[in-house]
């Protein structure tokens, strides 16, 4: 168990005015931030991060969304933190995520569910990776 998870803000709850809102549930939850960064990925740059979802029915209009406005790419550290944020932001389709997440309070649908959080220790290390390096964590 590694105690450290992945989260991006999505471009729909930047564009809610959402980023304050859901760093303080994030915060508020325990969750200290190692590394983070505002920034507008590229389609390419959406379809590299995603790449496990490329056969997907939903790949093109993920990677569209993903790269449709900025984001906030962040690495979280707390104890058991890939299980615990993933209960933070609830089930991917808000319609099933429970009162009190973060995808309930501001996610839409499931393609546009406010933040992303990664799946497992090896997945979080893979996607904290992609945008940070050594020099950018604290
Ligand atoms: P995320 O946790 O970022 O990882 C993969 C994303 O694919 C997921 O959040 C959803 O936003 C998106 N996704 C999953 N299923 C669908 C779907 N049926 N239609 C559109 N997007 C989806």
């Known amino acids: 168990m590694s105690n450290r998870t992945f989260t991006m803000i999505k471009p729909d709850a930047v564009r809610a005015g959402n980023i304050g809102n859901i760093l303080q549930m994030i915060n508020g939850a325990g969750f200290r931030i190692v590394a983070m960064k505002y920034l507008h990925i590229s389609k390419q740059q959406a379809e590299k991060f995603y790449e496990v979802h490329a056969a997907r029915p939903f790949y093109g209009e993920l ?4 790269s449709s406005g900025p ?4 690495i979280l550290e707390k104890d058991n933190a890939v299980a615990d944020f993933r209960k933070l932001i609830g089930a991917t389709n808000p319609a099933q995520a429970e009162e009190g997440t973060i995808r309930k309070k501001y996610a839409a649908s499931i ?3 406010a933040v992303h959080g990664s799946d497992s220790d ?3 290390a893979i996607e904290g990776n992609f945008f940070f390096n050594g020099l950018e964590r604290f």
């Open 111 to 113: 393609g546009e569910n």
């Open 71 to 74: 984001i906030v790419a962040a």
């Open 63 to 66: 990677t569209e969304f993903m």
């Open 122 to 124: 090896e997945n979080a």
